[in-house]
């Protein structure tokens, strides 16, 4: 094809068998033998048929698309097939295989995914294709896949995609999700590696357990092309989603409900030093503060640095957010590779500069995010219970009065350790014992994957959160609001469905906080409009009481294509749609003149305001809090 060439030698019996430690080690709970014994049965079932005669297929290639010059095939399409493995903890129960005959495609067989079930997470089933080549961190890639629904219940199957690390820490350098119908689809998605990975150590996942379907791939290839190869200049499958476009009905009630519940009706009265009142006067209401947190999470490197980037770093903070999270900096390992002394530091910076402040977490009960000292104490129960309780009461003790909100439980769905060791009645005890220890502090559950479904209103992960909050609740719990976090990529739910999911959680009467929203995408447009769209739907819901971000510069991002400025500092689309929204959009800024009786009226945005008028040449001016309708302020003009 032109604009690349085929590298030889992949798609060999013994290169795909040598997956097959790398597919055992990523099933990693199942509980037993028998769980591998019936993946391994899963595989040979299906590619057993496939090693013994030669690939089927059309044609060596996918359609002629103009691609840039110098790509180099890594994954053929005519053997791609065959090196699709089954894995998963689900997968020998929940994922049958089989190969169907294709016509009039560039291929003659579909390997079909029949998934009976949705799995408790999504790479509880999947198919992975191992890297057998290295790769160089910022390597410029293509994947290319043929796919098609053969069945589900909308007539839309999900195909999820990641490239990542296949061994933990599972580094990722790509999460994309779209969805197909009937008809053959072939869906493009270019991406960089994210850091070097040595041969047999990188794979591409397709993700089988988001719904009950019936999957069809026809063929993957997967291109590499010079690391100056503009992302840009290769196809790329557009991500949409319903609700979009700006005349979608969903935005006028969205509008209806801001107008109601975020702003309030004020009254400036300017009376002279005799008190009487002045009328004509020219009053300015000027809002200096939202009400509502705007926040992002931050590091104490990034902030306490002495260099021009953390000089920048702290203007477009104190700019452009009224609140912060701690990102990693209270996390219990760091604590005790860093010391107190380190947070600690960040918050008298954050105090200084009035940012209230979010703990971010006590218990992230995990063998990956647990502490070496806690995960050996894991063997004795009654020892880790002291440990973790320990660790919860001191170090809400150590921050006592200075965080106004923590998350005391991170992510339970997928971290289970504390739970099978302790039960879940341990997390009682995690909050009370956080709110004996410091009263003021709002104590928060905290969990991803609830809003960012791709558009699926009830999954496992979610039905698991809403139930362990409900536990919590009916134990006694001390839990103040419910955390849910927001990491969007191309898992998009659209505006109708994440107000129907919040309305959901809001019907525990508790406030709800989007504490790490972003949105990791190289399609700046749709990155723009999501930004839009989500704030929007955050803002105008009643149950939400704060959006805070998960950073914002590309180079202290976790998700580098996700942050609001990139590297130099250029403010991006989705940045400027942010910007836009906070500082103008939903920000008051109005000048009226004072009625006969010396007064004015207007309708606000919630917050601080500075209130302004000018007699004589002078300024007179009076800092109010605008929380409620009918709000009353008076500037009195002295004497001369």
């Known amino acids: 094809m032109t604009g690349r060439e085929r590298v030889p030698g992949v798609g060999e019996f013994d290169k795909v068998f040598g997956i097959l430690p790398l597919m055992v080690n990523r099933i990693t709970s199942l509980t037993s033998m028998i769980g591998v014994i019936g993946a391994l049965v899963v595989f040979f079932s299906v590619y057993g048929m496939a090693f013994g005669r030669e690939p089927v297929v059309a044609s060596p290639t996918l359609p002629p698309e103009s691609l840039p010059p110098g790509g180099v095939v890594i994954v053929e399409a005519s053997t791609s097939l065959g090196r699709l493995i089954v894995g998963g903890n689900d997968a020998p129960e929940t994922t049958r295989t089989s190969m169907v005959e294709v016509t009039g495609m560039p291929f003659k067989q579909a390997i079909r995914a029949d998934v009976s079930r949705a799995s408790e997470h999504h790479w509880f089933s999947q198919y992975n294709l191992t890297f057998d080549q290295p790769l ?36 990722k350098s790509l999460e994309f999700q779209t969805s197909v119908g009937a008809q053959w689809k072939l869906i493009n998605v270019p991406f960089k590696a994210r850091r070097a990975f040595k041969a047999g150590e990188s794979h591409l996942v397709i993700r089988l357990g988001t719904a009950k379907q019936k999957l069809d791939i026809g063929s993957v290839e997967i291109i590499r092309f010079d690391k100056s190869t503009s992302l840009d200049a290769l196809p790329r499958t557009k991500i949409d989603y319903d609700g979009r476009n700006l005349d979608a009905p969903w935005r006028t009630t969205a509008q209806e409900r801001i107008e109601k519940i975020r702003k309030a009706d004020m009254v400036v009265k300017v009376i002279d030093a005799q008190g009487k009142p002045v ?49 990693n900096d209270l996390k219990w390992p760091n604590l005790i590779s860093n010391g107190y002394d380190r947070a600690s530091k960040l918050i008298d910076w954050m105090e200084q500069h009035n940012m209230p402040v979010r703990g971010h977490n006590l218990i992230w009960p995990g063998e990956e995010f647990l502490p070496k000292v806690a995960i050996d104490r894991s063997k004795d129960p009654e020892e880790f219970r002291k440990l973790l309780n320990s660790q919860v009461s001191y170090t809400t003790t150590f921050f006592k009065g200075r965080l106004y909100e923590w998350d005391v439980l991170n992510e339970p769905f997928t971290n289970r350790l504390v739970e099978q060791k302790l039960g879940r009645e341990a997390y009682v005890d995690f909050f009370k014992l956080a709110h004996a220890a410091d009263p003021s502090s709002k104590l928060y559950i905290n969990d991803f994957a609830i809003l960012e479904t791709g558009d699926q209103l009830s999954t496992p992960h979610m039905e698991h959160y809403f139930e362990t909050i409900k536990f919590l609740i009916d134990q006694g719990a001390p839990v103040h609001g419910i955390g849910i976090q927001g990491h969007f990529a191309s898992n998009i739910s659209t505006p109708d469905t994440m107000l129907k999911i919040l309305d959901r959680f809001g019907s525990f009467g508790l406030p709800i906080k989007i504490t790490e929203f972003d949105m990791n995408t190289t399609d700046r447009a749709l990155q723009a409009d999501f930004m839009r769209d989500f704030m929007t739907v955050c803002f105008s819901h009643p149950s ?16 580098p294509d996700a942050g ?18 906070i500082t103008k959009t939903w920000r008051t800024d109005q000048t009226l003149s004072t009625d006969a009786s010396g007064v004015i009226k207007l309708r606000g945005f919630k917050g601080d305001y500075e209130l302004t008028t000018t007699v004589e040449g002078k300024p007179v001016s009076l800092v109010a809090r605008l929380d409620k309708d009918g709000d009353t302020f008076t500037l009195q003009i002295p004497s001369n």
């Open 564 to 581: 609001l400025f990139d590297e130099e500092w250029n403010l991006l689309p989705h940045g400027k749609v942010y910007e836009e929204l």
């Open 279 to 327: 009328a004509g006067a020219s009053v300015r209401a000027n809002m200096t503060r939202h009400a509502f947190p705007f926040g992002t999470a931050v590091s104490a490197g990034a902030v306490l640095g002495d260099q021009p980037n953390n000089e920048r770093y702290r203007k477009e903070l104190l700019r452009l957010f009224n609140c912060v999270v701690v990102e």
């Open 136 to 171: 160089e961190q910022g390597d410029v890639l293509l994947a290319r896949i043929w796919a098609r629904c053969e069945w589900s219940m909308t007539g839309q199957a999900q195909v999820p995609m990641v490239f990542e690390l296949n061994t933990p820490p599972w580094d």
């Open 544 to 559: 939400v009481e704060g959006v805070l971000q998960w950073g914002f510069w590309s180079r202290a991002h976790w998700m």
